[in-house]
């Protein structure tokens, strides 16, 4: 087997700088958190911020192929009171498409919601 200088593969990778849109981390952490944490996640909130869009677009998009003429599987929402299917389709879901963190699918296949109460109740 030869060698040669050659390159094997080569990527190129955009990156591009977040909006300074960070939450106070500082008021969500525990007092008796050690120090140099501390100093490490307050130098580096910008990757906590909060996301406002979808990711950017890959050079590659993943598919996952199925056996030929697999049928979608069907799964039946969870039961969950009128009230929380009210909060769900009138804010939850509107919210985040307004905001661009989703996009509407059009796929056969689909996945339960489960809402979970936060310990404040909202």
Known sequence: MQ????IASCHLI??????????????????????????????????FSKPTGLPPIRTHDHHITLLPHTPPINVK??????????AMSTHIIQDLLTQGLIIPSHSPFTSPV???HKKDGT
Do not use: C, G
């Open 3 to 6: 060698h040669h200088n050659a």
């Open 14 to 47: 955009f990156t591009h700088r977040l909006d300074d849109n960070t939450h106070n981390l500082e008021l969500h952490l525990p007092p008796t958190l050690n120090p140099e944490i501390k100093t490490l996640i307050s130098n580096h909130t910008s990757i």
């Open 77 to 86: 929402p969870y039961r969950y009171p009128h009230t929380q299917k009210d």
């Open 114 to 116: 489960l809402l979970v």
